[in-house]
């Protein structure tokens, strides 16, 4: 080893083969001394084997001493390397030997060669055991599903439901998703993940860790054992939150686990011991938690439903037990310990991993929680059971702020740019402000708008001035009154200009603009802000003020009348989902309370909204109940003239059988009303928390209105025209009422014996009318199959855009069933897909053709252009294809990319050859399957000559005239159909001779 030759710039190149390579054959993790470079630690002798490689050029090896008073040491330090000793308590040392101990008896060359016994086995001397439990004291993951490990020795032979996610053979059990074929294959998989993150961990590539699917807790375990200290110790999500809350660190719901791991270790003092720094942060997390869960047991056991009670039990015991299996399917996450400080951030967090988007992430519970009662285990964790338990037990109240600040006063984009704000002044609500309050961050002048959105981390104290931002102050006392803030969505390159807030009618009252800094806002408007930032980071465009053109066109004042047309299988009907469906669905945080309402009503039953209006009412006549906001909103919904006698109609047929007072023999459950001798009615409460539990939560949905941000409000309705579609299905028709004799009230009687009821576009007319500010739309699929002119009917002069309410000649008519007017509004768009195959295209006629813009969708090649099968480009052969029926049809006979979609083995060309594309041709040719072979060749159809069939002695003039060829299709399967390909494509096969 030739250490005078080694310089700075050696040793900087060792450092990056360090970082590159990881640790060089025949050396081992340093135990004891660490060399410190830019904040990062690295062991002393791999780096300078390095570079002494490129220093001499020799071979590397590990031919000398490291140490305090080594040559090797002392290279370093001459050039102004920092040596750090690493603390060596007996504890702590332990620990580094349980690492090396690991390594030692698990190095990564074994994990290439180890077998699915060495793996997972019932002896305690398997990879997964020594993770788990021998190597506990380095971290723990004990406990939950042995599902973690991807792949488990069973120690019982219970069977697993095939329908599931998983599998077994008895011996052994697994997640399907690993290999569904064979143990051999699930645990391969497995293997090879694990090799991924053990080499992405010893080269510090921890981001490539994050999308590796394994469970986080078990992965990150692994990344610990085989990286050089570069993540923590610390396997819970909830865990690094905490602790990156008390080091201030900024996160957000979507931070990875390898930045909380990278950011929270930057943090690490160079001259403090690794397992010293994280054991104190383990603490800090720890000392701060309270468990609920017994106390959360204890409020269900007092509040559920009782309908809950088959799955949660009787006793309080067996409620903690179900707790403890719901708490068991998330590694990275205990739901029941609670920070006291940070109840806002756990609520925040439970609703975002309990979002239909995170919930996916962990198949064994949606299919643990679809198979208890269709969702009670993740409604125990919603906000009418476990929120609502913390929200009572801690006092929760979210507040939400206008902070509002001066340019002239501090460069706010500079430090937004820059990451230094990390403060704000309070002049106002000093006593109010509190950690976990949401803030929107409003910058005033020429530019004003919402620079940001942030969280509260510290309620306002008097804070002496920090240094990192001075250049960016002008003409203010820099000591004042602050409230530490986290930036959680920074919109400094793109703020949300006041002009376009004005556009929002949830954003009209945003109180801004006038002197002070501290302004109350409301919990909509912050949300609706929110929605356009994640609307911008979807649509990935460069402003969030391009949403409106992108995403919600909520202000274009023409409507579209739109029909996409062209061959079968050119994408129409995707298109309208993947292109359309996203520009008319808002977030529930973008809808109003009386929005919310109506919405919610529309969804309802007439059973149901009574049902509701009793809860209310208690006790009540049917003209009491028709007075109730709930009935008086549904009636306005379903244009019904006869109101009175459906009240009555429903009430009677949802009566309990042993009311005396009600002689109508055909109920319906649920029967939950009861009608007393003096003609109340009433609600029988037991049994309508036994039976619709839901009515009650729909209820508390409405009065506690709390905008959910994940959820999602549709503003169209989708349907399929076809033969029986009828003008009644689509704009309104009678529906017949049961045969009631039994009606009290005389005047009821008379009038009972039909409903109107709303077809689904004059339904969607009436909402979109009541929402002026937001677009609606229809989508009908395959609109020449019904019979467009009687489905449409009167609104065929109604839809022109012109024609439209609000327009300039708006037109009102008269409807022939419930002779009420009606018209079209102007927000309300009309997308149809038309199929130019399909025999009745021409029932689509020329009125209605001319109040439509088409827009032609043929055949697109690009969409497959890189798709093969044995050589063989499927683009290609569509092309041959097309081109031969354009000759023997026309162009809209020819067949679309989508036909060839998702196609990528032998079998699956033959499955679309067979199930597809011949019977397609079958029809387009209506039986003369000779046009069909000059389609695709004698690969698929057989040529019979008939000459030599003889008929019978009989006399009949130019009876071989008969003597005609025949066509057979031939099927293909697997085995043959690149020969029948080739064939098609005019290429020699492999069974033709050249």
Known sequence: MLFDKVTKEHILQGIKDFKQLGVPSGFGQSSTYDVSFEGEYFPPKAVMAYANHHATGNEIDNNFAGGDNTECFDVFRKNGFVIVKKESSEKNLRLYELKESFLENWPIQKLESMYLEEYTNLDKDSFCYWVEHITRDLGSIVGGSSYKFGIYKRSSYSDVKEESNRTTDGEYAWFKKYGENSKEEAFNSIKSLIIRIAKAARNNDLK?????????????????????????????????????????????????????????????????????????????????????????????????????????????????????????????????????????????????????????????????????????????????????????????????????????????????????????????????????????????????????????????????????????????????LKAGIRITHNLANSPILKKEVEKYRELQNLKVGHQGTNFRATEIEYYTLLNLIEKAMELNVDSVNETHEKYTPLYRTTPVNQILYGPPGTGKTFYLKSELFDKYTLRETSITKDQYLQNVVGGCSWWQVITIALMDLKKAKVSDISEHLWVQIKANLSSSNTVRPTLWGQLQSHTIKDCEYVNVSNRMQPLIFNKTKDSYWELLEEEAKELVPELYDLKSSVDNYNPNPDKIVKNYDFVTFHQSFAYEDFIEGIKPLLDDNEVVEDESSKELGYLIEDGVFKSLCKKAEKDPSNRYAIFIDEINRGNVSAIFGELITLIEVDKRLGAKNEIKIKLPYSKKEFGVPANLDIYGTMNTADRSVEALDTALRRRFEFKEMMPDLSVIKNETIDGVKLSVILEKINQRIELLVDRDHTIGHSYFVNINTKKGLADAFNNKIVPLLQEYFYGDYGKIGLVLGNGFVDKIRNSNVQFADFDYDHASDFKTPTFILKRVDENNVMDAVKTLLGEKTNNQEI
Not at 221 to 233: P, Q, S, V
Not at 365 to 375: A, L, P
Not at 433 to 441: A, E, F, Q, T
Request: proline share 2%.
């Open 208 to 480: 490539q860790i994050d999308d590796i699917d394994l469970g986080d807790g078990y992965k990150w375990k692994i990344a610990f054992l085989y990286g050089d200290y570069n993540c923590l110790n610390m396997f819970k999500l909830d865990a690094l939150r905490v602790v990156a809350t008390n080091l201030n660190i900024d996160y957000t719901n979507k931070t990875s686990i390898s930045e909380f791991h990278r950011s929270i270790l930057a943090q690490k003092p160079s001259d403090k011991d690794y397992f010293k720094y994280t054991s104190e942060l383990w603490e800090q997390y720890q000392s701060r938690l309270i468990n609920v869960k017994r106390d959360f047991a204890k409020w269900l056991d007092k509040n559920t439903f009782d309908s809950y009670r088959a799955y949660l039990g009787n006793t309080v015991g067996n409620i903690e037990n179900r707790l403890d299996e719901v708490n068991n399917f998330f590694d990275d996450i205990d739901f029941f310990e609670v920070d006291p400080n940070n109840v806002n951030g756990l609520i925040s967090t439970i609703q975002f991993m309990m979002s239909k988007k995170e919930r996916v992430k962990h198949p064994d519970f949606v299919e643990y929680d679809s198979k208890h009662s269709n969702g009670i285990p993740k409604a125990l964790l919603g906000k009418n059971n476990y929120l609502k338990f913390l929200n009572d037990k801690f006092s929760v109240k979210t507040n939400y702020w206008v902070f509002q600040g001066s340019p002239k006063v501090f460069d706010f984009e500079e430090a937004l740019n820059g990451s230094v704000l990390n403060d704000w002044t309070v002049t106002a609500h000093k006593d109010k402000i509190k950690v976990g309050d949401k803030v929107i961050l409003w910058i005033t002048g020429s530019k004003s708008g919402c620079y940001a959105l942030a969280d509260v981390t510290s309620e306002p104290t008097k804070k002496e001035y920090v240094s990192t931002d001075s250049h960016l102050w002008s003409g203010e006392e820099i000591d004042s």
